[in-house]
């Protein structure tokens, strides 16, 4: 299958799930893409989205219930392990989710957290349309910590960031952005071609 025909897929067991169809957009996107990378890198789904399988079932549960028995297969892999920058990401994500259910913030956080160390754009690597989405994602589920993106820098520099000044040190030398002669790196434009479209075309992820 495509990864569009399993994005499709997934979708169409979004009826009766626990979120609205954005949310289940989002988890099919993520999951979507991380089936297809799966394949082609020949690696447990685990080492593409951070979730092992127990956890994977339950995202699934409450999102895509559809679809749930195909992954039950899976409840018994292995988390995978995780390095210092991914678990801090995943600590600011868990610390910075306003959601009311805090087991639906981890998952997300998770996801997040583990598709960020790919190395595209951060909306693109979760299989989103456009970068958008990704805000509209964070404003949602994180709005504490997507207010605090005030200058709209790129979500990924954005994070890693914060994720420096918590421990101490500075990932810049530049005191004042604007001033910076990679100022484009940090807030350019976070434009390019969705991964899934980019599958779907027949050309690498």
Request: glycine share 8%.
């Given at each position: ?70 992954f039950e297969r899976l409840a018994e892999m292995p988390a995978p ?114 991964l899934l479209a980019r599958i779907a075309a027949g050309k690498a992820?």
């Amino acid at each position: 299958m495509q990864a569009t025909d399993i994005y499709g897929w997934l979708m169409a067991g979004s009826a009766g799930g626990e979120c609205d169809q954005f949310d289940a957009h989002v988890v099919a996107s993520i999951l979507a893409l991380s089936l297809v990378q799966a394949r082609e890198r020949s690696v447990p789904l685990a080492q593409l989205t951070g979730l092992g399988g127990r956890d994977m079932v339950e995202l699934v549960g409450r999102t895509l219930p559809g679809a749930k028995e195909r992954f039950e297969r899976l409840a018994e892999m292995p988390a995978p392990e995780m390095d210092a920058t991914e678990a801090a990401l995943r600590d600011l994500l868990r610390r910075g989710n306003c959601s009311d259910d805090a087991t639906w913030g981890q998952l997300l956080a998770a996801l997040i957290a583990r598709r960020a160390m790919e190395p595209n754009h951060l909306w693109q690597d979760l299989g989103l349309r456009h970068r958008r989405e990704l805000s509209w994602l964070l404003e949602r589920h994180f709005e504490p910590l997507a207010r605090r993106n005030s200058a709209d820098m790129k979500w990924k520099k954005f994070f890693f960031r914060l994720i420096c000044r918590d421990e101490g040190y500075s990932i810049c030398t530049t005191p004042v952005c604007d001033e910076c002669d990679d100022f484009d790196q940090c807030f350019g434009e976070e434009d390019g071609e969705s991964l899934l479209a980019r599958i779907a075309a027949g050309k690498a992820a």
